[in-house]
């Protein structure tokens, strides 16, 4: 069973507000994903992490969106000004490395309203 | 880009019959994964599979690589079983990036 945590499960945002969600992935792994869900099932890749390090991301061209994974603390994904269009779901995955099976956590459904 | 295609879109059982899920992929898939998503949203990886026959319990997965495919065998259903299979898949051995399908919704009636 997956140990990567999320926190919140649920968050309820107006539109231009922040939201911000927080993963703790899997002990040892050091490979970190965040992926969006949205209501059509559509899978988003957004950024990984290995350490604190970017390995990939999108481009985020907005910029609305900024993640990080410092040591010693919980990863972060964040969205500076929200919109209707960012309703989905949060999904952070661990790894062991970046070519391995990846661990999912429960997500963070942002609703913004 | 990759397509990940999953067939049949939905499917509903009685209780103890069989289901096969079907993945197509556009691409080589270095790895493929099957996940489980219950309807609170936790994703369970269920296989990590990118050649050849794997057995977890009544889950059966086998993926003809060279034929860009996979599938998935629950046998005799259960009500639990019911919620949403994804199939992923990225294209190199060191590489996190998945491309998930859409899914396939299974409610199992009791």
């Known amino acids: 069973n997956s140990k990567v945590i999320q926190t919140p499960r649920y968050l309820v945002k107006g539109q231009g507000q922040k939201a911000k969600m927080r993963c703790i992935p899997e002990?040892?792994?050091?490979?970190v994903f965040w992926y969006q869900q949205n209501k059509n099932n559509e899978f988003k890749f957004l950024i990984n992490?290995?350490?604190?390090?970017?390995?990939?991301q999108i481009d985020m061209t907005e910029k609305r969106f900024s993640a990080e994974c410092p040591s010693n603390s919980p990863c972060s994904l964040e969205i500076q000004s929200s919109e209707a269009g960012d309703s989905a779901l949060y999904l952070c995955?661990?790894?062991?490395?970046?070519?391995?099976?990846?661990?999912f956590g429960e997500g963070s459904r942002l609703i913004v309203v | 880009g990759q397509q990940v295609q999953q067939s049949p879109a939905s499917l509903v059982l009685q209780e103890g019959e069989n289901a096969e899920l079907q993945c197509n992929f556009s691409?080589?898939?270095?790895?493929l994964q099957w996940f489980y998503q219950h309807p609170g949203g936790r994703l369970v990886s269920l296989f990590y599979?990118?050649?050849g026959t794997k057995h977890t319990g009544r889950l059966t997965s086998t993926t003809v690589t060279n034929e860009r495919r996979s599938s998935l065998h629950i046998s005799s259903s259960q009500t639990t079983d019911s919620g949403t299979y994804f199939c992923?898949?990225?294209?190199?051995?060191?590489?996190?990036?998945?491309?998930f399908g859409h899914g396939t919704i299974l409610r199992v009636h009791p």
């Open positions: 995955a661990s790894s062991q490395g970046a070519g391995n099976t990846l661990y």
């Open positions: 002990k040892g792994h050091p490979v």
């Open positions: 992490f290995q350490n604190q390090e970017v390995l990939q």
């Open positions: 691409s080589t898939a270095t790895r």
């Open positions: 599979n990118p050649s």
């Open positions: 992923a898949i990225a294209p190199g051995a060191n590489t996190g990036k998945l491309t």
